[in-house]
């Protein structure tokens, strides 16, 4: 079992949740407790008897205390192996006494640069005695206890109380995986952020090392498939979306619906909700209808319509508040998650008798256009690039046909051009009057996304009862290039009277060609939007 008895405790944090309690739990179990600066201040004003580390070191806190801990009566204290006769000898020699618990959490750094705060108060705000002592006591953790999280504070309370004063190997061990993370993932904000200011100042070359790290939000039953082990791990990135949001009623998130709604919210927030109100549907990460109208409830109907059949089971992302009316209709059926900034009481009624649909409100919008970084494994490594916040805009339109689009054309172009940004590639997506008419995605090539689009769009015309697919006089946008003619062909064969492209290929004048034949208009962008 290896117990070890806790007798003297360092604490110092910066997060002082449910500090007083914890030190009062040690002091009744005759732990004396060392402290610093604020730590220090409060377990006095607390009533508790601390004594400062200066008294221990003998050496003044200096420097704005970026002097305090970072003597060897400390960190021989902490890393001192007690049976060891090397070890033993130093410490009596020089008079260091054991350090048997070390509770330190460290300064706000990730907070201070999620407020915005500059350059000179983030670079205060890196600690640099609080990761030595962690790793110090985390090596040590054959004879020290070390906590970072205040959620640890009752385990070490439960074992002390349970052992005699003492605490057990494997808590020990436990704790020391936990501060090495912490000190990992600390350190792996503050090198991102400092490769975040050097990009700003114009650094070309991408840094020699990235590293990243995640707090445990929560463990899920499995991944993608039944037989894969999985977990959400947030990283303090203040951006609003399915990580920071609060779930207010149905079951659990899994991996899918994690995965599903971070796509759903991502695209529906390209939608300024002071433009009107817009609804996107996802279904294993690919929108299957998207569309801006009048109000929310509208925007669903419409978003719905375009492919009823890929959306039941699906998420429901909105860019502004949910309201009753919307949510009565969301309710005819079946839906894994909604997520939206805010949902209204008539919503949350409505939506408390659905137990099992997972309501999460993100209290703002991601922003489109703000650069950060995305990654995803590979095998041996992992790839980094920045997040797609490319926008098409009106005056980048390049005409490049004989026929001129309508204003009503160019809008729904510009629609579905942004859509397509978050349509897995090859994509093809069909707009008609603010909602999505089809969207072809996922192909090994561009006709089969226009050709499968415009197969569903007969589909959903047919269920409506509609005279004819919504892809007549529709337009279409294709994410990348047509390398030839026959994918422009397609979406002329499917009603489309515009397209949006970026153009570049080397057959982009035979595709022109084959457009103005047809009597399409089509403009070039200049921009692609792969996502694969």
Not at 211 to 230: D, S, V
Not at 280 to 308: F, M, R, T, W
Not at 445 to 468: C, F, M, Q, T
């Amino acid at each position: 079992m290896s117990l070890r008895k806790i007798s003297r405790a360092l604490i110092s944090v910066s997060d002082k949740t449910g500090l007083i309690d914890f030190a009062r739990g040690l002091a009744d179990q005759d732990v004396m407790l060392i402290s610093t600066g604020g730590t220090a201040r409060a377990l006095r004003d607390a009533g508790l008897k601390v004594s400062d580390v200066s008294e221990i070191t003998s050496f003044p806190e200096m420097m704005d205390g970026r002097v305090k801990t970072l003597h060897p009566m400390v960190h021989g204290g902490l890393l001192a192996l007690r049976d060891n006769t090397d070890h033993a000898e130093a410490m009596k020699v020089h008079g260091i006494a054991g350090i048997d618990l070390l509770v330190c959490n460290l300064y706000p750094f990730e907070a201070t640069v999620a407020r915005g705060a500059d350059f000179e108060t983030t670079i205060e705000n890196i600690d640099i005695g609080g990761p030595a002592m962690t790793r110090s006591a985390a090596k040590n953790h054959d004879w020290v206890t070390v906590v970072v999280d205040v959620e640890d504070y009752s385990a070490v309370l439960d074992e002390i109380r349970a052992n005699g004063g003492a605490t057990t190997l494997a808590l020990r061990r436990t704790l020391a995986q936990r501060a090495f993370a912490r000190t990992a993932a600390y350190d792996a904000a503050v090198s991102n952020w400092f490769a975040g200011q050097l990009e700003a100042e114009g650094a070309d070359a991408p840094p020699r090392r990235r590293a990243f790290g995640g707090l445990l939000r929560q463990p899920l039953r499995y991944g993608e498939n039944p037989h894969q082990k999985a977990a959400f791990y947030v990283d303090g990135d203040p951006r609003p979306g399915v990580a920071g949001a609060r779930q207010i009623q149905g079951k659990e998130l899994s991996y899918n619906n994690i995965n599903d709604t971070d796509a759903a919210y991502e695209l529906v927030a390209e939608f300024d909700p002071a433009g009107g109100p817009a609804c996107a549907i996802i279904k294993h990460a690919n929108p299957c209808g998207v569309a801006l109208a009048g109000s929310l409830k509208e925007a669903y109907q419409a978003a719905l319509a375009c492919d009823p059949t890929s959306a039941f089971g699906g998420i429901i992302a909105f860019n502004q508040t949910l309201d009753g009316e919307t949510a009565e209709e969301i309710g005819k059926i079946f839906t894994e998650v909604i997520i939206a900034p805010d949902a209204d009481a008539d919503a949350r009624q409505v939506l408390a008798a659905k137990k099992n649909l997972r309501l999460l409100l993100a209290g703002g919008l991601p922003d489109p256009l703000a650069s950060s970084l995305t990654y995803r494994s590979v095998s041996g490594g992992f790839l980094v690039q920045t997040r797609d916040n490319g926008r098409v805009t009106r005056d980048m339109l390049k005409l490049v046909t004989r026929r001129v689009p309508s204003e009503r054309e160019i809008a729904d172009m510009l629609m579905a051009f942004t859509i397509g940004k978050h349509v897995k590639s090859n994509a093809v997506v069909y707009v008609k009057d603010g909602s999505t008419a089809a969207i072809g995605m996922g192909q090994t090539n561009r006709v089969d996304s226009a050709r499968i689009a415009a197969l569903r769009a007969k589909e959903a015309a047919r269920l409506a009862g509609w005279p004819e697919p919504r892809t007549v006089g529709s337009v279409a946008a294709s994410e990348a290039f047509f390398p030839f003619p026959d994918g422009l062909l397609a979406v002329a064969e499917a009603g489309a009277t515009a397209v949006i492209q970026p153009g570049g290929s080397l057959n982009d004048q035979k595709v022109i060609d084959a457009a103005d034949e047809a009597g399409l208009a089509m403009v070039f962008t200049g921009m692609r939007h792969f996502r694969h």
